[in-house]
């Protein structure tokens, strides 16, 4: 909140009375009833909002409406609607069907909706933010009404049925409910006149009002008569009114004061923006409101917001996922990070403090790539002296004790290959007997075979391969495990195939040998990944978690 001086009082005058220039109004509804879905149950009552369609083209709403109607037609409908409405006047949108919410962000889905997960809903459905954005353009004037039904409807992974706790924009009302209890509370409360929206707000029984509750004005004005009240004014009058209150508003916003906060709610106690100044007032106080103000201030897009999380991941403060959605896990970590910096911990970023800490995160980048750098090569010279004590003569025993130790190492592709041709000697030299016993172990690939191999030829050409797999088999079942949860890690980052291209490629930028950069995972790609998080102290799987992909990221810049 600034320091602006407090405006005075002839500034105010000045303002009130260029606002006072009557406009002609022009009041619409944009009524979507959204019924037959084709893959979820119906919402049996949203056909009831086309009913209520009627009464308010009777009440003067220039109308659009709609039923049934794809995503596509959905965002065809809104956009006619939104061209209608540029001057002054009332806007009701009456919508039933089926909503989902992913945080705070929530949607209403076409009847071609398929499955939609967080990832394409914004192509199966209308965003509720566009809806009230577009309410927000009449404050005081502008009622939002939600109706559905609980309803099966499948959906895929970061959506949940239903509506979340709406982020409502100044002067907006908003009701939700049944799908049949709004519709009728449509048609028959909102179209009578002389009502103000504190008035239809305790006739909505039964349903949930949030948002600006006025008891000032009408929503509806009657057309004529006389009396004292506000509720008298004609159409004209009373946009006037509403202009003048407007426009002291945005003057106080500009002076953006305590004191003038206040004076406008000496003048406006129950206005449209009467909820905004109160929170003004109570965040004047409170650092974590203004913080909060602040960043929703710089509209941090997705990506913006994954580059925070990827900051805070590569200097160690976890911000439980790197998928651009702050949840608390990601204000948790901004919070560290804000302590440990000497600032507020309010968990809400200023642009000054992501500056500074992308510059931390650049700086930690480089120190941990030469950290990394200088593990792989101690671990390569390791590497080195082993493979010359052992597997270097080319004598089968040294290969296998190299392997052993070194399964991801410099020269295995070339013990592999050595060991290969003893095992193929054997098998030329070995018995019939022998290798077809051999063979038929390998093709069943269990423990119980290679047992019975063991018994039979306990001194067969392929004794010692048995043994090392029965001692592999022993330890199977726990890097099965381990395996299977790296692999799921992986597939839960979704990643396409260019990301993956661009892995494959920053591995054999570093001589990691990942085999063809084609974006598909094989062998040679996840032992490269082995060697990487090997020579970086990350968890050493072969998969991609979000801590390599973010390492990753940060050394191919």
Do not use: C
Request: avoid cysteine.
């Amino acid at each position: 909140m600034s320091t602006m001086p407090y405006l005075a009082p002839a500034a105010l005058v000045t303002a009130t009375f260029l606002a006072t220039q009557p406009a002609t109004a022009q009041d619409a509804a944009l009524v979507i009833g959204n019924e037959n879905y084709r893959n979820a149950s119906d919402i049996s009552a949203a056909d009831d909002a086309l009913d209520a369609a009627e009464h308010l083209e009777r009440a003067g709403f220039a109308l659009q409406m709609g039923s049934d109607l794809t995503a596509d037609a959905m965002r065809a409908l809104l956009a006619e609607f939104y061209g209608g409405t540029e001057g002054a006047g009332r806007s009701v949108f009456l919508l039933s069907g089926h909503f989902v919410h992913a945080g705070s962000e929530s949607w209403l889905l076409g009847t071609d909706a398929n499955r939609p997960d967080l990832a394409s809903v914004d192509a199966a459905g209308v965003p509720l933010a566009t809806i009230l954005a577009i309410a927000a353009e009449r404050p005081g004037g502008a009622l939002v009404l939600l109706g559905t039904e609980d309803r099966r409807i499948a959906l895929g992974r970061g959506l949940t049925s239903g509506l979340p706790a709406l982020d409502i924009p100044q002067g907006v009302t908003v009701i939700s409910g049944e799908a049949d209890d709004v519709a009728e509370f449509a048609g028959e409360a909102v179209t009578e006149r002389g009502q103000s929206l504190a008035t239809l707000a305790a006739r909505a029984r039964g349903m949930t009002v949030e948002g600006y509750l006025g008891a000032a004005a009408p929503f509806l004005p009657v057309a004529d008569g006389t009396g004292d009240d506000i509720a008298s004014l004609s159409a004209s009058a009373a946009e006037a009114a509403l202009a003048v209150e407007r426009e002291l508003w945005e003057t106080t916003r500009e002076i953006d004061t305590k004191l003038g906060y206040e004076a406008y709610l000496r003048r406006y106690p129950d206005g449209m923006f009467a909820s905004a100044a109160r929170r003004a007032i109570a965040e004047a106080d409170n650092p974590v409101a203004r913080a909060r103000a602040a960043e929703e201030a710089l509209r941090l897009s997705r990506d913006q917001r994954r580059q925070i999380q990827r900051d805070l991941s590569i200097i160690d403060i976890d911000p439980r996922g790197i998928d651009g959605l702050f949840g608390p896990g990601s204000r948790n970590a901004i919070a560290t990070w804000q302590r440990r910096n000497g600032h507020d911990a309010t968990g809400y970023v200023t642009a000054p403090q992501m500056a500074a800490l992308a510059a931390q995160a650049e700086r930690r980048a480089v120190e941990l790539e030469a950290e990394a750098a200088t593990r792989q090569a101690e671990e390569e010279r390791l590497d080195r002296l082993y493979w010359d004590q052992t597997g270097a003569a080319g004598d089968e025993a040294g290969l296998r004790a190299y392997m052993k130790r070194y399964p991801d190492g410099l020269f295995a592709e070339l013990a592999q290959e050595r060991l290969k041709v003893f095992e193929d000697q054997r098998r030329q030299q070995a018995a019939a007997a022998d290798r077809a016993a051999w063979d038929a172990a390998v093709k069943s690939n269990t423990p119980k075979a290679f047992r019975t191999y063991l018994d039979a030829y306990p001194q067969g050409a392929f004794a010692e391969d048995a043994k090392l797999m029965l001692a592999d088999g022993e330890k199977k079942p726990k890097d099965d495990s381990a395996r299977l949860q790296a692999e799921e890690i992986e597939q839960g980052l979704r990643l396409n195939g260019a990301m993956r291209t661009m892995v494959e490629r920053r591995l054999a930028a570093l001589g990691l040998k990942p085999g063809r950069t084609d974006g598909v995972f094989d062998d040679d790609t996840r032992r490269a990944l082995r060697r990487y998080q090997k020579a970086r102290s990350l968890p050493v799987t072969g998969y991609l978690n979000q801590k390599t992909v973010a390492r990753l990221l940060v050394d191919s810049f």
